[in-house]
């Protein structure tokens, strides 16, 4: 039910875009960039590629598979990942319930210490293993969080700002999200510091069109202080694939859903 | 030759003017560009292997230039562990990580780093270790509580006692490091906290050398020149005569310079002590000639037909002792270390050009002056300073030297005995640190910080995985695999393979994702068997090659810093097995028994990976490379003596020799601290090789300008002696064997050569000229020993300015320039004359051969 609406909802805003009226309500085009950005279907997988370069270009790689369900549009959600390169990290799964109301539940495999840990989550805006991006980029930050307001509107994006209500919890003093008309994807955030600098930009730089939704395929997060970088590929993604509320619980920690980790046949 | 130039001079004085004046403008306004540098990795030449290992080891594991702020608190019971300290502190981190050229991600401070931590069972936490300041005492508690179970801050970025923090912050540039340095101060007093507040930190200690060298050349070396000034004006009574010889040395110092400056070298604390070491050299040529010139002039003589035969006479004595000075000072070229050479090179330039402006100016100035004021100057000079302090100890000491002869040289001998006993008692040792007085703020922060804390020395022993063929291997063995697999997937496979390794990591990941992709397509069973074992060679050759990611590796890391700490050596260590078992221990429930690494790499792998889930992922790779191939243990000592240094290095090549390396790992030094006791070995043993190098030269010089071997020996007498003495005197007052007393061998050599010159010279003319060595003796004691003494006396005091320079070795130096001169006037006056009594026949030839009795006129000594 929820699903279909979801469906719906993101057929919507693709095929009729920029035909659409301008929005001029912040908080409106917020809320659908965090549909469009985390919610596309009812559920999804996708294989994804990190590159971590750090400012002399010496390269980590990480690949792992996401497998994500939605409760409810806009609401909460249950992440699994499975990390398979390098194989000296393979096996390695985090298990996340993203949750509005509190914070989520986050959960740990270490198969080389066989260990299942449960993590604090007080604090998102921690590295993902090793990356530039946060664990927050990854799994979505509330838009409750913050204060919304238009900077512009111009043909193709919303460029909005934001500010923390709780500076004390975030390492940005504000940011500027740059979100496309037409599909409400967020093409490029900046965050701006303590300092006044702009220390940190997401940008995307390929969008595909998978099972009907404009899916971000490739993007990159840029460390302007160090000039590291990550970039970030998706593969092999997937929506609406049916995954089981069981794929989302401690027991696939030790025993990872391999058949739901499967790449899809194209 | 020299007759063309005293000719020009004495012809065509305004040219000479002209010429001196326009040359010392112009180079002297190249001054205006100086560059100051005060870098001690500048000690050795760029290409010095230490050195470009150092440089390479500082980008592989990126260790910028740091300020190091560091707060004490000795009042409260809890140290700097109180809310107002902590407040106080976090305030302080977050401004400064506001400023400009402060590189913040890298910015260490309990406001700036990460906390791990149990959050009830299973439950583990990764946080901010100060986020907010604390509020209650009990907060403040419970930061103690976590940095003591963190080895990586305690003792590094608070002290064992809690009683001191630091706040580490990064620099972009060193040149920032003043404004910033200042901002920093600024910031402080806003705090109102009652804590004490240092800054140090390299880049702040080189700066403040560099402002207090700047001191030392704008105030010692103009001061030098007053002293100089004054001390001539003692001797010779007459301004007018003695303008001229400080017009030279001015010239002569701007010129020097100029040249230096103007030719793109920096001027470094070496080369800053050069206008105070040519200053007095280059006057005293021009004494020689001005106080002859005085002698000889009768007023209503020719002053310029005077001074041409004054300035022929003393042309020879003067070019060779410009010449030994000279070769004194070129000797530190032999020497590698780029500040001393050229320090050598310029000196030796200064004096020759010296001697040159001499010859030229001192005889334009002269025959310039009005007659009235010639008639003057001989008139004030005609009662020639026979009957002073000065002169009658001289003709008794000579008298004494004379019939006390085998006594004198006994005691020589004895002495000489004493002093190379002293010299097996030096001590090699040095720190730039210690180069600034006691009581200077940044030797008091020295002090407090080390007392506090494990050591604010770096030194970094580099781990490095030499992979050997391992990696012609697995691609020899993957271009037999792809030789199976469809052609479609294999030739991108094979350029990948191909691909020469600059960065392991990257290659292993082009390559695995790419065998990955080809398998996912690959239709054929052929292929994806090929595929299959291929990807699984890949991944086991990449897990190799993470070759610090190994425990039993990492494990032996640890038995090291285990041994170098218990050693008493080094204050404490940090690498990464101390990450890998800070993480795996609270990973598995934070007890203490789990503090250890994990039994295998892929768990090594993991743990680290959770290390990297925090707010300062890259902290992890001033630690490791990346890819896993190099690691580093960083050192922090106590102590920034070379001496202790040297002691750690010791002990770890004894401790390696029991306890040896895999064969595939590399170790080197590198850090700070280590390149300080490279450039001293390399200055020991250069020095060495100057002083030999040097010695011999002067020898066959000296042998060649008289002719006769013998009394070239003879000459080297006084030198050698100073030199003995000096670093006997040095070994037994237990003065440690630095930079500067490293320098003082050659300026011994090419300064007391002077002496034995004038006073061979002299007797030996004296000889000739008497044909009595009695009478010769009699006389050498009365205006040749005594030039001699007014010179020994006139550098001696010359140097004196440096006793108030801010920095210490400039005032080592100058002690020591008194100590020479004082020793090698000692020894040309009393024990050159006490050889002579009893080798006087066998020294030379004038008192073998009797018809050279007869052949010499009778003459005035004095002329």
């Keep these: 039910m929820i699903a279909r609406f979801s469906i719906m909802l993101t057929a919507l805003i693709f095929t009729t875009g920029a035909a659409a009226e301008v929005l001029t309500d912040a908080d409106e085009v917020i809320a659908r960039a965090d549909l469009a950005a985390y919610y596309a279907g009812a559920d999804g997988r996708s294989d994804v590629r990190m590159i971590i370069s750090d400012s002399q270009g010496r390269q980590q790689r990480r690949q792992f598979t996401v497998l994500r369900r939605d409760l409810a549009d806009a609401g909460d959600q249950q992440f699994l990942v499975v990390f398979s390169q390098p194989s ?3 096996n390695t799964v985090f298990l996340v319930d993203k949750h509005m109301d509190r914070d989520d539940d986050r959960w740990l495999y270490l ?17 993902f293993v090793g990356a530039h991006y946060f664990y927050e980029d990854v799994s979505g930050r509330r838009p409750s969080d913050d204060t919304h307001e238009f900077v512009e509107t111009n043909d193709d994006f919303y460029v909005l700002k934001h500010t923390p209500i709780d500076p004390l919890s975030v390492e940005f003093t504000s940011y500027v999200t740059w979100i496309d008309r037409e599909t409400f994807l967020p093409m490029k955030i900046e965050y701006t510091n303590a300092a006044g600098d702009l220390y940190r930009r997401v940008e995307v730089s390929e969008v595909e069109d998978i099972d009907g939704h404009p899916t971000v395929t490739s993007s990159r997060v840029s460390d302007l202080l160090t000039g590291g970088k990550t970039d970030m590929q998706f593969r092999y993604i997937k929506y609406d694939v049916g995954l089981p509320e069981t794929v989302f619980t401690e027991r696939s920690l030790r025993n990872p859903p391999h058949d739901w980790l499967q790449r899809p046949e194209r | 030759m020299k007759h063309a130039v005293i000719h020009l001079a004495t012809e065509r004085p305004r040219t000479v003017y002209a010429v001196v004046v326009l040359l010392t403008v112009i180079l002297g306004a190249l001054i205006t560009r100086i560059q100051i540098d005060t870098d001690p990795e500048n000690m050795l030449p760029v290409d010095q292997t230490d050195r470009v290992f150092h440089n390479l080891v500082e980008e592989r594991f990126t260790y910028t230039d740091a300020i190091v702020i560091g707060v004490v608190n000795e009042n409260h019971p ?42 009830g069972p299973g439950t583990i936490r990764f946080e901010w270790m100060m986020r907010d300041a604390p509020v209650t005492e009990q907060q403040a508690m419970d930061i103690r509580r976590k940095v003591e179970q963190l080895p990586l801050l305690k003792d590094s970025l608070v002290s064992g006692d809690g009683k001191a923090a630091t706040i580490y912050v990064p620099i972009a540039s060193k040149d920032l490091s003043y404004p910033l340095s200042l901002e920093i101060q600024a910031l402080i007093r806003q705090l109102d906290s009652d804590d004490a507040y240092h800054i140090t930190g390299l880049p702040v200690a080189e700066d403040t050398f560099g402002h207090d060298m700047f001191v030392q050349m704008g105030i010692s070396a103009p001061l030098a020149g007053l002293m100089i000034f004054a001390l001539m004006l003692y001797f010779f009574r007459s301004p007018q005569l003695v303008i001229a010889p400080m017009l030279v040395a001015m010239a002569t110092v701007i010129i020097s310079m100029g040249l230096l400056i103007g030719m793109g070298f920096t001027v470094h604390i070496m080369s800053s002590m050069i206008p105070i070491f040519l200053m007095p050299i280059a006057v005293v040529d021009s004494v020689h000639i001005m106080s002859e010139f005085a002698d000889a002039y009768r007023p209503g003589a020719d002053a310029k037909i005077v001074i041409t035969r004054v300035v022929e006479h003393l042309f020879t004595p003067m070019l060779f002792t410009s010449l030994t000075s000279a070769v004194g000072f070129l000797s530190l070229m032999l020497t590698p270390i780029p500040p001393v050479q050229i320090f050598g090179a310029f000196v030796a330039f200064g004096i020759l050009l010296a001697f040159v402006l001499t010859i030229l100016l001192i005889p334009a100035y ?52 004493v002093s190379v006993a002293g010299i097996y008692r030096i001590e090699i040792n040095d720190n730039p640190v210690r180069w600034f007085k006691a009581n200077h703020p940044i030797r008091v922060a020295d002090d407090v910080l080390n007392e506090h804390f494990a050591g604010t020395y770096d030194a970094f022993v580099v781990l490095t995985y030499n992979e050997g063929d391992a990696i012609p291997a697995f691609s020899a063995a993957a271009m037999q695999l792809l030789n199976r697999v469809d052609e479609g997937y294999a030739a991108e496979l094979r350029q990948l393979v191909a691909a020469r390794p600059g960065d392991i990591g990257a290659w292993f990941g082009d390559m695995i994702t790419a065998v990955d992709d080809a398998l996912f397509d690959a239709e054929d069973s052929e292929s994806i068997d090929a595929l299959e074992q291929l990807l699984a060679m890949a991944e086991e050759a990449q897990v190799k090659s993470k070759y610090f990611q190994r425990p039993d590796i990492l494990q032996q890391i640890s038995e090291i810093q285990s041994a170098l700490t218990d050693s008493g050596h080094v204050g404490k260590s940090n690498a990464l097995p101390d990450v890998v078992k800070v993480v795996n221990r609270e990973l598995r429930g934070g007890t203490p ?14 743990t680290l990976l959770q290390y990297q889930s925090s707010h300062r992922p890259h902290d992890l ?14 050192l922090q000592l106590k102590s920034g003596d070379n001496q202790d240094m040297s002691l750690a290095m010791d002990f770890l090549d004894d401790y390696l020799a029991e306890n040896p390396l895999p064969a595939e790992v590399e170790m080197r030094w590198a850090g700070k601290t280590f390149i300080n006791v490279v450039w001293q070995d390399v200055m020991v043993t250069g020095m060495l090789k100057s002083l030999m190098g040097a010695f011999v030269v ?19 007498v006084p030198l050698s002696v100073t030199i003995l003495g000096v670093y006997g005197i040095i070994g037994w007052i237990g003065k440690d064997y630095d930079m500067p007393i490293a320098v003082l061998s050659s300026l011994t050599l090419g300064l007391s050569v002077d002496f034995a010159i004038h006073f061979i010279e002299r007797t030996r003319a004296l000889l000739r000229d008497t044909g009595s060595f009695a009478s010769a003796t009699e006389q050498i004691f009365e205006e040749p020993a005594r030039a001699i003494a007014r010179n020994a006396i006139v550098i001696a005091i010359g140097f004196t300015p440096l006793f108030f320079a801010p920095l210490v070795p400039y005032i080592t130096v100058g002690a020591f320039m008194a100590a020479i001169m ?36 009778a003459q005035p000594a004095q002329a």
Excluded: C
């Design chain 2, 78 to 119: 809890n140290g700097i562990y109180n809310v107002d300290s902590l407040t106080a502190l976090h305030s302080l981190s977050k401004s400064i990580l506001a400023l400009d050229g402060v590189i913040a991600p890298d910015l260490a401070s309990l406001s700036e780093v990460d906390n791990i931590d149990q959050e």
């Design chain 2, 366 to 417: 002269v025959i310039r002056m009005k007659p009235a004021a010639l008639d003057k100057l001989s008139s004030r000079s005609s009662t020639p300073h026979t009957d002073t302090l000065l002169a009658r100890t001289l003709r008794r000491s000579g008298r004494f030297a004379m019939r006390r002869g085998k006594l004198i040289t006994g005691i020589a001998v004895l002495a000489m005995a």
């Design chain 2, 698 to 716: 002067v020898f066959f010089m000296m042998a060649f300008l008289f002719r006769n071997p013998r009394l070239g020996l003879l000459a080297m």
């Design chain 2, 822 to 857: 004082a020793l090698s006037g000692i020894t040309t006056l009393i024990l050159l004359p006490a050889l002579m009594s009893w080798a006087g026949p066998w020294l030379f030839p004038e008192m073998r051969d009797s018809s050279a009795r007869s052949l010499a006129p």
């Design chain 1, 88 to 90: 000296d990290v393979r």
């Design chain 1, 111 to 127: 198969p080389g210490l066989d260990l299942v840990k449960r993590i604090s989550a007080g604090d998102k805006r921690t590295s």
């Design chain 2, 593 to 606: 028994s789990d503090y250890r690494i994990p039994p295998t790499a892929a768990a090594v792998a993991q």
């Design chain 2, 621 to 634: 790779w001033h630690i490791v490379t990346p890819d896993f191939t190099s690691t580093a243990i960083w």
